[in-house]
T-cell receptor, first 116, second 111 residues
Framework: GAVVSQHPSRVICKSGTSVKIECRSLDFQATTMFWYRQFPKQSLMLMATSNEGSKATYEQGVEKDKFLINHASLTLSTLTVTSAHPEDSSFYIC????????????FGSGTRLTVV | DAKTTQPNSMESNEEEPVHLPCNHSTISGTDYIHWYRQLPSQGPEYVIH???SNVNNRMASLAIAEDRKSSTLILHRATLRDAAVYYCILRANFGNEKLTFGTGTRLTIIP
């Protein structure tokens, strides 16, 4: 089936630094990828929709200058958390539409970000 | 987006069937009913989806009410590995449409 590889799985960074999370579709081309954030005991919250070759579409309340999304190819999207602060600590998950024949959405395994 | 309502939590004994309900009274004619589950510290994974007819696959069955205002995910024989949060999501039948997650049902399997 369709596979999305997300790295790193865990990252700890100092407050004020930036962290990049990569999401790759391994066996299909993903024209659209989605980025979610999940706080403990809560559901997934969509942050932005990433479209290959164009600017991402951010959900209301998500700072586009803080969460930089790049989708330069059909198999790679990146999320960079800039000037991270402890309140950015969360579980970040990417997802891609693999097509109707592959049951739709495939998710990465997630990245646990801890900002200290 | 049409919303879904699920119980916050359910428990089931191991090796017994589990019926996870979902209400979606405002579903539109073009909405598919999707089920995903999320195991602890992992991204969600696809379980099953359907439009009008009941669906079966190797993981589960999906029973859809005739008026489509509710559905039930059926795990025929629960194992400890089925312990997860199960999300019932409506999605319009368009490519690349985003998935909006509700709170889901946290399923606990009792050995």
């Amino acid at each position: 089936g369709a596979v999305v590889s997300q790295h790193p799985s865990r990252v700890i960074c100092k407050s004020g630094t930036s962290v990049k999370i990569e999401c790759r579709s391994l066996d299909f081309q993903a024209t659209t990828m989605f980025w979610y954030r999940q706080f403990p005991k809560q559901s997934l919250m969509l942050m932005a929709t990433s479209n290959e070759g164009s600017k991402a579409t951010y959900e209301q309340g998500v700072e586009k200058d803080k969460f930089l999304i790049n989708h330069a190819s059909l198999t790679l999207s990146t999320l960079t958390v800039t000037s991270a602060h402890p309140e950015d600590s969360s579980f970040y998950i990417c997802s891609a539409w693999a097509g109707a024949g592959r049951h739709g959405y495939t998710f990465g395994s997630g990245t646990r970000l801890t900002v200290v | 987006d049409a919303k879904t309502t699920q119980p916050n939590s359910m428990e089931s004994n191991e090796e017994e069937p589990v019926h996870l309900p979902c209400n979606h009274s405002t579903i539109s004619g073009t909405d598919y009913i999707h089920w995903y589950r999320q195991l602890p510290s992992q991204g969600p994974e696809y379980v099953i989806h359907g439009l009008t007819s009941n669906v079966n696959n190797r993981m589960a069955s999906l029973a859809i009410a005739e008026d489509r205002k509710s559905s039930t995910l059926i795990l025929h024989r629960a194992t400890l590995r089925d312990a997860a949060v199960y999300y019932c999501i409506l999605r319009a039948n368009f490519g690349n449409e985003k998935l909006t997650f509700g709170t889901g049902t946290r399923l606990t399997i009792i050995p």
